[in-house]
Structure formats: structure tokens, C-alpha cells
Nanobody, 115 residues
């Protein structure tokens, strides 16, 4: 079993920055892809950013130029650096990991962007 635990969420003012972390533990195998999704109340869950084991990245158009995804393989941790935050970025952010044993999700961390 794989456990994913997110941290780093909170309340931030528009234009501010926040860094999310996702630590994986349990039956860890090399990833196929890992990344971040987000969901606001009444909205669909949308992909925010993903990264492969080789470091190839994909970003949602709404966050390009503002968010950066990265990984620390030694720590089995993926990060999302968020800058120039907007109120529309408010959502629960969840970590996702795909490896050869299956797909895994974290419980999510709340990010609120408000004045």
C-alpha cells in the first residue's frame, strides 16, 4: 500500500506564494507519473501539474508561468511551488502518483487565496 501525505496548504493573499509538498511512503516503486490536481466545491477535479520519472512536466494553461512542479527522488517527495496566486486558485489540492502497482491519491490540502 502507498500513502501520500500533502502539506503546505493554508491562507495566502492574492499575489503571494505557497509551496506544497507530497511525501510518499509504503510500497514505493519507480513512478510512471506524479503530480497535483485540484478541486473547488461544485467543480470538477482538474489536473494542475504533472512530472514523469525523467522530469518531463505538464501544466494546466491556467497555471503556466506561475506554478512549478519538482521532485526529490531521494525523499520520495513531489513539490508544487505556487507564485502570483489568484483567488481562483482556491481549492483542495491533491497529490497523485502512478506506479506499476496502481494509482494513488492523497487526502488533499486546502489552499485559500483571499484578501
Amino acid at each position: 500500500q502507498v500513502q501520500l501525505v500533502e502539506s503546505g496548504g493554508g491562507l495566502v493573499q492574492p499575489g503571494g506564494s505557497l509551496r506544497l509538498s507530497c511525501a510518499a511512503s509504503g510500497s514505493i516503486y519507480p513512478i510512471i507519473v506524479t503530480g497535483w490536481y485540484r478541486q473547488a466545491p461544485g467543480k470538477q477535479r482538474d489536473m494542475v501539474a504533472t512530472i514523469t520519472s525523467r522530469g518531463s512536466t505538464t501544466y494546466a494553461a491556467s497555471v503556466k508561468g506561475r506554478f512549478t512542479i519538482s521532485r526529490d527522488n531521494a525523499k520520495n517527495t513531489v513539490y508544487l511551488q505556487m507564485s502570483s496566486l489568484k483567488p481562483e486558485d482556491t481549492a483542495v489540492y491533491s497529490c497523485y502518483r502512478r506506479q506499476n502497482s496502481g494509482d494513488y491519491w492523497g487526502q488533499g490540502t486546502q489552499v485559500t487565496v483571499s484578501s
